[in-house]
């Protein structure tokens, strides 16, 4: 039995992660994301920003889907990783949902630090993101449920 098929055994009738929100500018680690979603049927609704302020624009949105778990990447263009996390953590005093802050492995270790100082930043993700990696983010959802 593969990987895949001893997490989609796991998978109660609905997804365990309604909705998943993706913030990364490097689309070769979106679509990893996207198969990897897919593959492990984890995930009921995955949004997808290239840019950090868009998906802000989707958060602030009373409209919108709020997503259940947010995967934030640190280094991208215009907003990065730790302006989201300060504008987040200023619009949403109480909190909003918990964040994963993926790292590019040759980041500095003072960029772990630096996230760890929001109270929403749940823990920490090495780029690409694995069927492993999701179960286990499923799993602190349901924990923190």
Known sequence: ??????????????????????????????????????????????????????????????????????????????????????AVHDRFPEGLCPIIVMLDPALDPKGEARARVFPMVQGFLAKPLTPEDLQGFADLLRDLR
């Not at 998943?20 to 997808?48: E, H, W, Y």
């Not at 889907?65 to 990065?80: G, R, S, Y």
């Open 1 to 86: 039995m593969t990987l895949t098929d001893q997490l989609t055994d796991r998978i109660p009738d609905r997804h365990t992660i309604d909705t998943l929100m993706l913030i990364d500018d490097n689309t070769f680690d979106q679509l990893i994301c996207k198969r990897v979603t897919a593959k492990t049927g984890l995930v009921g609704n995955l949004l997808q920003y290239l840019d950090a302020q868009q998906a802000l624009d989707h958060l602030v949105d009373p409209d919108a889907a709020t997503p259940d778990l947010i995967l934030l990447d640190i280094n991208m263009p215009k907003m990065d990783g730790f302006e989201f996390l300060a």
